[in-house]
T-cell receptor
Framework: NAGVTQTPKFRILKIGQSMTLQCTQD?????MYWYRQDPGMGLKLIYY???????DKGEVPNGYNVSRSTTEDFPLRLELAAPSQTSVYFC?????????????FGQGTRLTVV | AQSVTQLDSQVPVFEEAPVELRCNYS??????LFWYVQYPNQGLQLLLK??????LVKGINGFEAEFNKSQTSFHLRKPSVHISDTAEYFC??????????????FGQGTILTVHP
């Protein structure tokens, strides 16, 4: 079972470029999330989705956009990349049966903006 | 709003020694509590969680944690660590209410390094 799959694993962007981080899950989970991880800061929620067609902002949404056209996919779009977006990005999913259900994480995408 | 504070950024220990990783949280509502582990260059994996009931929670790999509501703490413990426990550990909380949608608030992380 693949779980949560993120692509690419690594990427270097130039300032002002744009890109899409891909995330797909094969567990038929309703809830999906994007977090960013910065050293010594833990993980911060960027955006989340509770089902196809429904997305909402998290704690640090500026500079990012998301869409959820299917249950499986939850891509994260970076427009006009900035050095402050250098980070490790994690996608996660959860069955959504209750707030205490476990979130399953992908392997992460390490992004560097130069 | 919620916040999580992990009191130690790094914890070095020798193999077979006991370890405690400390976590305190702040919230105006009831919360669920989690510990996740991140091995190098990997995603996060759930160690254990507290939802309700017994305040002592047992997880995978011999880890356990105790929920202390009066001290708003959820410290992680293991009586004897192995080299393979070397990793970064994250404490996290989510709002126990129905509209939280499983969103997690994380602590800053504690790097556990086990020396031979």
């Amino acid at each position: 079972n693949a779980g949560v799959t993120q692509t690419p694993k690594f990427r270097i962007l130039k300032i002002g470029q744009s890109m899409t981080l891909q995330c797909t899950q094969d567990m038929n989970h309703n809830y999906m999330y994007w977090y960013r991880q910065d050293p010594g800061m833990g993980l911060k929620l960027i955006y989340y989705s509770v089902g196809a067609g429904i997305t909402d902002k998290g704690e640090v949404p500026n500079g990012y956009n998301v869409s959820r056209s299917t249950t499986e996919d939850f891509p994260l779009r970076l427009e006009l990349a900035a050095p402050s977006q250098t980070s490790v990005y994690f996608c996660a999913s959860s069955p959504g049966q209750g707030a205490g259900t476990e979130a399953f994480f992908g392997q992460g995408t390490r992004l560097t903006v130069v | 709003a919620q916040s999580v504070t992990q009191l130690d950024s790094q914890v070095p220990v020798f193999e077979e020694a006991p370890v405690e990783l400390r976590c305190n949280y702040s919230s105006s509502v009831s919360v669920y509590l989690f510990w996740y582990v991140q091995y190098p260059n990997q995603g996060l994996q759930l160690l254990l969680k507290y939802l309700s009931g017994s305040t002592l929670v047992k997880g995978i790999n011999g880890f356990e944690a105790e929920f202390n509501k009066s001290q708003t703490s959820f410290h992680l413990r293991k009586p004897s660590v192995h080299i393979s426990d070397t990793a970064e550990y994250f404490c996290a909380v989510s709002n126990a209410g129905g509209t939280s949608y499983g969103k997690l608030t994380f602590g800053q992380g504690t790097i556990l390094t086990v020396h031979p």
